[in-house]
């Protein structure tokens, strides 16, 4: 693996709007308004989203050193699999469920970003 040093030549996803609005903010969008969908049709939309900020994040991670990445990458994989349970019926949750989801999702990426770029800093 590249030092830091390195890593940070090469651009923050995260570091643009355009590439923000793009790769986090479309599917945080398509997560909230899957909330006014079918769950037949939900799911599948959010897992769609969860996989491509995971994967974004682990690619971030790799290409620029951003700690959070690291983290927020794991979570937003691990955050499938609650929404296929839920999804396919085996934990009924109903709509205030989904929205306490929803919140979990999004609320719990920002407070891993905030939480570990305090604690160690921005960049390896």
């Given at each position: 693996m590249s030092t830091g040093a390195t890593n940070r030549t090469r651009p923050d996803w995260a570091g643009t709007l355009q590439t923000y609005v793009l790769v986090w903010g479309l599917p945080i969008a398509a997560i909230l308004v899957g909330l006014f969908l079918d769950v037949r049709l939900r799911t599948p939309i959010w897992m769609t989203a969860l996989g491509l900020m995971g994967t974004a994040c682990?690619?971030?991670?790799?290409?620029?050193?951003?700690?959070?990445?690291r983290y927020t990458g794991p979570f937003y994989f691990g955050m499938i699999l609650p929404v296929l349970i839920v999804g396919v019926g085996f934990m009924p949750i109903g709509s205030?469920?989904?929205?306490?989801?929803?919140?979990?999702?999004?609320?719990?990426?920002?407070?891993?970003?905030?939480?570990?770029?305090?604690?160690?800093?921005k960049f390896t």
């Amino acid at each position: 693996m590249s030092t830091g040093a390195t890593n940070r030549t090469r651009p923050d996803w995260a570091g643009t709007l355009q590439t923000y609005v793009l790769v986090w903010g479309l599917p945080i969008a398509a997560i909230l308004v899957g909330l006014f969908l079918d769950v037949r049709l939900r799911t599948p939309i959010w897992m769609t989203a969860l996989g491509l900020m995971g994967t974004a994040c682990l690619l971030n991670a790799r290409r620029c050193g951003r700690i959070h990445c690291r983290y927020t990458g794991p979570f937003y994989f691990g955050m499938i699999l609650p929404v296929l349970i839920v999804g396919v019926g085996f934990m009924p949750i109903g709509s205030y469920g989904w929205i306490i989801l929803a919140a979990v999702i999004i609320l719990g990426g920002k407070l891993i970003w905030w939480a570990t770029e305090r604690a160690w800093g921005k960049f390896t």
